[in-house]
Nanobody
Framework: QVQLVESGGGLVQPGGSLTLSCAAS????????IGWFRQAPGKEREGVSC????????YYADSVKGRFTLSRDNAKNTLYLQMNTLKPEDTAVYYC????????????????????WGQGTQVTVSS
């Protein structure tokens, strides 16, 4: 069965960095659309970065563009989100999600779209 497990969250000071991991099982990253989403208390879930794993096309939300980088390691069947220059407003529970079909990355992030979701990992940016 399909399973997504996030890890790597924690407490970091403003300006710091974290790398989140999403380990996928039950399927391979190829031929899926996969993305990172986040939700802060009292806020709607928002797409952070999404990718079409077949061609590598990627979308980043304006709020993270230039600071966050989405990557994948097909050999490990793992998705990563490298987060640099973190800000307090980045504080949220971060989730990875997958579609069992290819989709335009922007559509996946903006709608948002997801057939499978991980349990989330907490990222707190505070001094």
């Amino acid at each position: 069965q399909v399973q997504l497990v996030e890890s790597g969250g924690g407490l970091v000071q403003p300006g710091g960095s974290l790398t989140l991991s999403c380990a996928a099982s039950g399927f391979t990253l190829d031929y899926y659309s996969i993305g990172w989403f986040r939700q802060a208390p009292g806020k709607e879930r928002e797409g952070v970065s999404c990718i079409s794993t077949s061609d590598g096309s990627t979308y980043y939300a304006d709020s993270v563009k230039g600071r966050f980088t989405l990557s994948r390691d097909n050999a490990k069947n793992t998705l990563y989100l490298q987060m640099n220059t973190l800000k307090p407003e980045d504080t949220a529970v971060y989730y990875c999600a997958a579609l069992d079909r290819l989709a335009v990355p922007q559509a996946m992030c903006v709608k948002p779209l997801g057939d499978y979701w991980g349990q989330g990992t907490q990222v707190t940016v505070s001094s």
